[in-house]
């Protein structure tokens, strides 16, 4: 059956309005990938190619098959995200499994000036690190950057790590390792951090723990963001 054909079924079934709802997120998501296909052309770097675990035999740590594959985030979606929340500018953005930077890249973008990106792969560590580079080269440097070679549970949040990005890049046990860990630094620095949380298998593993409160959930181009934020100094909630 052709596409004529669908769309004559579709506004049968579920009439103009709801077909045509349909047809604009699916526009929408095609045009995302379009966007995000030309990616690396544009800026001259290497983030598209999906790496299985299987292929990092550069990792060492004992949580390696609890990690997920490499997968880019898409930029479309995650840059209108970026632009719509009110999050705070002057600590870092942190990609924990960074993989190979696009996401730092994207938030260098939005107006992030300080960049850490965590990976337990040396080797998309050190492609994150020239993705980067490249970038800031391009941009005249206007934003500082860190990729740290670590396994996501032995890592110590920092007291300006703000806003904390996953793109379910692991298990639920290894999800629960770092949230003690943030909440540690929590503890240890009040503030205000926000959790961005692209593709989100394991939100309950966030949420039963009452610290961080449900802020908004966003799907843009076909990604599903789930977003939280800590209790102290929380702004207004999102109930779009």
């Known amino acids: 059956m052709g596409l004529f054909g ?15 709802r349909a047809g604009l997120r699916r526009a929408t998501i095609v ?29 060492t740590s004992p949580n390696r098959e609890r990690g997920i594959r490499y997968e880019p985030s898409r930029a479309r979606p995650l840059r209108r995200l970026l ?3 009110p999050l705070p500018r002057a600590g870092a953005f942190v990609d924990v499994g960074c993989g190979k930077g696009r996401a730092m890249m994207v938030a260098a973008q939005a107006g992030f000036q300080r960049l850490v ?13 020239r993705n980067l580079e490249g970038l800031a080269r391009a941009q005249g440097g206007n934003f500082s950057f860190e990729v740290i070679e670590c396994d996501a549970a032995d890592f110590a949040f ?16 290894v999800m629960a390792r770092v949230l003690d860990r943030l909440e540690d630094s ?55």
């Open 6 to 20: 669908r769309v004559l079924i579709n506004l049968r079934e579920r009439g103009f309005l709801a077909t045509a």
């Open 31 to 59: 045009a995302s990938k379009v966007v995000d296909a030309s990616f690396d052309a544009r800026h001259g770097t290497e983030t598209s190619r999906l790496v299985e675990v299987a292929e990092q035999r550069d990792v």
């Open 83 to 85: 632009r719509e929340l």
């Open 117 to 129: 990106g965590v990976d337990y792969s040396g080797d998309l560590c050190r492609t994150a690190w």
């Open 158 to 173: 920092a007291s300006d790590h703000d806003v904390i990005y996953l793109f379910n890049p692991f298990d639920e046990v």
């Open 186 to 240: 929590l503890r240890a620095h009040p503030r205000s951090a926000w959790i961005i949380y692209l593709a989100p298998k394991w939100p309950e593993t966030i949420e039963r723990r009452g610290i961080f409160t449900p802020f908004a959930r966003r799907t843009y181009g076909g990604c599903e963001f789930a977003v939280y934020v800590t209790p102290s100094r929380t702004p207004a909630r999102d109930r779009r």
